[in-house]
């Protein structure tokens, strides 16, 4: 009684905290570019946080497994930021050299600290989507090609039906509810669509046409009113210039007005509470190999603002190299950035025109994915 007592007494945080909730691989690790398996193993984990007020503190940690491999919205928060719903895209293989596809996704209890529920989706479960009543749930299986809905209740996820996106080589990645949550958006960076599904309450309908923003849209975010999307397209291979996307998700079919060019690598989106900015992660060569033309020591995040349909850069500042996802607080005047290289928690300061850096927080294993109370 005395353990449970001081564990609720740690987790107590105020009403009007910033909470993110950050999942943790440690079954990937480069080494001079090159992702392995390391030895020792290092256990996976999700990570509490709470970052309000420009502090900075860990919460608590859960053993839970998760993974890099995908875009770094794997894990999201319930609408009334009583659970986290974390995906797990790889593990080790028996012989314990390499990582193949997994499909394990877990339910965390944000107030005690621990796995309520787990669940198999598709192979390859990668990005997580809660639709706004917090009673559906999107999953994408990169490795099986498909989007799985759930329902969503009392801390329990129920299958309701799955689709194929595409061929199981498309590789869905990331989807994102609007209207809504009567429609989603899903990202293939395999073959270079964003497709469009009508959401029921027990259906998945994929439409026949498809949004193409740029070569292989990865990570994809949409918030505020959800009028528009910012997606982030990685074809360049980590070699060319890599670009983001506005999409506006007005009309019938959601349309790509802007691509404007950030680097190689975006490797997460988000977008500012109010709609108004983009905060983009870019790799910035940092996970390449030292003898790489592009090779650098550190990535960049970097703030765009949504402009009357265009994207404007407002500003940049280095930040860890293999950057992941970032969140925004509450009132969009602070980030958190992920960096798996030295497995940072970064923090910055934003004031509409500059980005300052602030505290940072080491954690056991690398953060590969992070989701914020919104």
């Known amino acids: 009684m005395k353990r449970a007592l001081l564990l609720l007494a740690a987790l107590a945080v105020p009403a009007h905290a910033d909470i993110a909730v950050s999942a943790n691989d440690g079954k990937q690790v480069l080494a001079d570019g ?3 398996v390391p030895s020792p193993l290092v256990p996976d984990s999700v990570s509490i946080l709470d970052f309000g007020g420009g502090k900075l503190r860990l919460v608590a940690s859960v053993a839970a497994p998760a993974s890099v491999i995908g875009p770094p919205r794997s894990v999201a928060i319930t609408p009334d930021g009583a659970y986290a719903i974390v995906t797990c895209a790889r593990r080790v293989r028996p012989d314990g050299k390499d990582i193949e596809p997994d499909d394990r ?12 529920s787990t669940i198999r989706a598709g192979a390859g479960a990668s990005g997580v989507a809660i639709d706004p009543s917090g ?4 999953i994408a299986n990169r490795a099986a090609g498909t989007l799985s809905l759930f329902a969503f209740a009392d801390g329990t996820l129920t299958p ?7 061929p199981a080589t498309s590789s869905p990645a990331q989807p994102i509810f609007f209207a809504n949550g009567t429609k989603a958006l899903v990202t293939r960076d395999a073959d270079h669509r ?7 309450s027990d259906s998945l309908t994929l439409a026949d046409s498809a949004t193409m923003a740029s070569l292989r849209p990865y990570a994809i975010d949409a918030t505020g009113d959800r009028h528009v999307a910012v997606v982030g397209n990685i074809g360049g291979g980590g070699r060319d210039m890599d670009t983001i996307s506005l999409i506006d998700l007005t009309g019938p079919t959601p349309v790509t007005v802007d691509t404007v060019a950030v680097g190689l690598t975006p490797e997460g989106v988000k977008m500012s509470p109010d709609g108004h900015y983009v905060a983009v992660t870019v790799n910035n060569g940092s996970n390449m190999p030292r003898a790489s033309r592009g090779w650098s020591d550190h990535g960049l995040l970097q703030i765009w603002r949504i402009d009357h349909g265009r994207l404007v850069k407002v500003a940049e500042a280095p930040m860890g190299g293999w950057g992941q996802g970032m969140v925004w607080s509450r009132d969009g005047r602070q980030i958190l950035a992920q960096a ?24 056991p294993a690398g953060p590969s994915a992070i989701a914020g109370a919104e």
């Not at 964003?194 to 029921?200: D, K, N, R, Y």
């Open 135 to 138: 009673r559906r749930v999107l």
């Open 34 to 36: 090159r992702q392995i």
């Open 340 to 363: 798996m290289l030295g497995n940072r928690i970064e923090s910055f300061s934003f004031d509409g025109a500059q980005l300052r850096r602030g505290a940072v927080l080491t954690l």
């Open 194 to 200: 964003i497709s469009l599904v009508s959401v029921g």
């Open 160 to 166: 309701v039906t799955n689709i194929a996106i595409g």
């Open 105 to 116: 996704v877990s339910v965390i209890d944000l107030k005690t600290a621990r796995v309520v």
